[in-house]
């Protein structure tokens, strides 16, 4: 079974930093591309930041510079660290992976955490 588990929001001022982490089980960790993603209200989730196997990163415009997406294998987790934080960073912040194969593919969502940053 499949099981995301992030961790690591809070309220934080503008300005701030945040750990996100994400805690992953049921899947071959080491073969899978990680991704954060974040949503806010009334607005779709937003792909924040990618990390593949061989540790290539990607990063959303509004994110890049700022933050920074890292996995550790040996312990299946992915991690988001989020400096200078802004008020329009506020969001419900998702671990996603992907599973299947080639003819079905399946999001994988952990249930999410809270990130605010005040203003």
């Known amino acids: 079974q499949v099981r995301l588990v992030e961790s690591g929001g809070g309220l934080v001022q503008a300005g701030e930093s945040l750990r996100l982490s994400c805690a992953a089980s049921g899947i071959i960790f080491s073969a899978n591309i990680m991704n954060w993603y974040r949503q806010v209200p009334g607005k779709q989730r937003e792909l924040v930041a990618s990390?593949?196997?061989?540790?290539?990163?990607n990063y959303a415009d509004s994110v890049k510079g700022r933050f920074t997406i890292s996995r550790d294998n040996a312990k299946n987790m992915v991690y988001l660290q989020m400096t200078s934080l802004k008020p329009e960073d506020t969001a419900v912040y998702y671990c996603n992976t992907v599973t299947g194969n080639s003819s079905v593919r399946v999001n994988r969502w952990g249930q999410g955490t809270q990130v605010t940053v005040s203003s």
């Open positions: 990390i593949t196997s061989d540790y290539n990163t």
